[in-house]
């Protein structure tokens, strides 16, 4: 969310507010500029929305969804800066800053690279050791968060493709993004209430979700939201954000 910048337009923050419970707010890094930001958390205030931050690498160009070459000094230096632009946007609007989630590239590189997870958790936990550190489960960001004393919410993708080994099916792959809402709630339901996904080979994975994530610019943002929520509610489901009990 918020990942529209100067005059570029991305995403439908105004109509996906409404559908969903927490939100990954760009922080002017890979999308976002600070007026942006600060529209995207009054947005958020105005639904109840939970927020959380997204910091990314610093790449409009790319969009943060290309790998960049940093020490774990760097992103520590990035992550804990792009934080603490939008918590003061949180501060001057009255809202509570509740999580962050790395973006795209940085996000898929932490989840592999031990190093780069230890600078991202390192950053959230100096910043604010009461933040949720969203993760893939069984990554090396998971254990980085857990070993600086985060509380670590497990996240799966509604909206991704998943590869044999848990990992999301990089963006150039057949089945990356599944387009079809209904495909997407059903993979929803799946990681919620059995913990498992079918990959790309056809065999089950295990992805045990306490969030899902579904991206702002998939471009049947809408129907998948309010395809997974109906999924989900007639399972029975509770949605809500993450630490909101």
């Known amino acids: 969310m918020g990942e529209s910048f100067g005059v570029y337009r991305i995403g439908a923050d105004e109509e996906i507010m409404p559908l969903i419970t927490s939100a990954n707010i760009a922080c002017g890094f890979h999308g976002g500029d600070p007026q942006v930001m600060r529209r995207t958390v009054r947005l958020a205030r105005e639904h109840g929305v939970a927020v959380g931050a997204h910091p990314g690498y610093r790449d409009l160009v790319g969009f943060g969804r290309r790998p960049v070459r940093?020490?774990?000094?760097?992103?520590?230096?990035?992550?804990?800066?792009?934080?603490?632009?939008?918590?003061?946007?949180?501060?001057?609007?009255?809202?509570?800053l509740r999580h962050v989630k790395p973006h795209g590239a940085l996000y898929n590189t932490a989840a592999a690279d031990a190093a780069i997870a230890g600078a991202v958790a390192r950053a959230v936990a100096d910043f604010d050791r009461s933040l949720m550190l969203y993760a893939p489960p069984g990554s090396a960001l998971e254990q980085a968060g857990l070993a600086a004393g985060l509380r670590v919410i497990r996240e799966g993708f509604a909206d991704r493709g998943y590869a044999a080994d848990g990992t999301l099916l990089p963006r150039t792959h057949p089945g990356a993004v599944l387009h079809e809402p209904e495909r997407a709630a059903a993979q929803a339901r799946r990681m919620v209430c059995s913990g498992t996904v079918t990959a790309d080979t056809g065999e089950e994975v295990a992805v045990p979700a306490e969030t899902l994530c579904v991206h702002g610019d998939h471009p049947s943002v809408i129907q998948v939201l309010r395809r997974i929520r109906s999924e989900l509610e007639a399972a029975g489901v509770s949605v809500g954000a993450p630490g909101a009990d």
């Open 70 to 96: 940093c020490s774990p000094d760097e992103v520590y230096a990035d992550v804990l800066y792009q934080i603490g632009a939008l918590a003061a946007f949180c501060r001057a609007e009255g809202v509570a």
